[in-house]
Each structure stands twice: as structure tokens, then as C-alpha cells.
């Protein structure tokens, strides 16, 4: 059984078992797709939109592979190897400390908070989650923002 949901301007869809999708019918409001999204979401089962969808995530993954490439240029500033970084449009980076190069949940807040408010770089600090301590989550873009988002992540590792 499978149920549609749309949040904003996504749509998604979940896949479970009968009971879990009669919960979820319950809940979601009774016309709970646009009729803008619909014509969207057809549209993007056509031919040309699978096509479309084929290409994007060709770019995805070479953009993904240059990031990853690129973050290794910075182990020697206090990165770990990327977890888990073969099938999202995110790359998890450990940030380590000084020491023992082990994953250091104050120093990659710090790292998150500098790029934030003070290089204009937008990552995501995750060192609150289940097996995700002292990790940044940075989000696969495109060749200009890689090269910036580099860039700026070597100054502030240099200053933290």
C-alpha cells in the first residue's frame, strides 16, 4: 500500500504496511495534494522528465565525487573520512580535534558556527545524532559553491 504526501513544494511518497498507511490516511488532510504538485509530479513521469531526473543525478554524483575529493585535501586541517558518502546529496565529515584525531563535537560547532556567521557558508552541524559525533553535514552543490565552500572551511580549520 502506498500513500502520497505533499510538504510545501515536495511531494513524497511512503511504502509500509497496511496498518501504518491507514494511521497516516487518518491523519493527512483529505486533499492533501495541490492540484499545481499533481500536474508536477505527472509531469516528471514522462519520458522527457525521467530523462530529466537521469541527468540530474549523473551531475549529482560527479558534483558528490569532486566534493569528496576535495575534503580530502583537508585531513591534514583536522577532517576525517566521509560516512556514508556514496548514495545521499550530503556528505558527513567528521571534524577532529587536535590531538588524537578523534571526532570533537566542540570543535566542529565551532567550525559550523564561524562558516555561518562569519564566511557566509551554510553546513549543518549533526553532533547531536546517533553515530554522527562531531560531524559536519554538507550538502552536495554545484562546482562554484564547492570550490567557496572549500575555500572557506580551510581558513576557519586553520583557526580553530
Do not use: W
Amino acid at each position: 500500500m502506498v500513500v502520497l504526501t505533499q510538504l510545501c513544494c515536495r511531494l513524497g511518497i511512503a511504502i509500509a504496511q497496511p496498518p501504518l498507511i491507514q494511521i497516516l490516511t487518518n491523519a493527512k488532510a483529505p486533499y492533501n495534494i495541490s492540484t499545481p504538485t499533481a500536474h508536477l509530479a505527472l509531469a516528471s513521469l514522462t519520458p522527457s522528465g525521467v530523462q530529466n531526473m537521469r541527468a540530474k543525478i549523473g551531475t549529482l554524483i560527479d558534483s558528490r565525487g569532486t566534493l569528496v575529493r576535495a575534503l580530502a585535501t583537508l585531513a591534514p586541517l583536522g577532517l576525517g573520512r566521509p560516512i556514508g558518502a556514496g548514495d545521499a546529496n550530503f556528505v558527513l565529515i567528521p571534524v577532529l580535534d587536535g590531538e588524537g584525531g578523534k571526532p570533537d563535537n566542540v570543535r566542529a560547532q565551532q567550525v559550523y558556527r564561524i562558516l555561518a556567521e562569519e564566511k557566509g557558508v551554510v553546513v549543518r552541524f549533526r553532533g547531536g545524532e546517533a553515530g554522527c559525533f562531531g560531524c559536519l553535514r554538507i550538502t552536495v552543490g554545484s562546482s562554484r559553491e564547492i570550490e567557496t565552500m572549500i575555500e572557506k572551511l580551510r581558513e576557519v580549520l586553520t583557526l580553530v
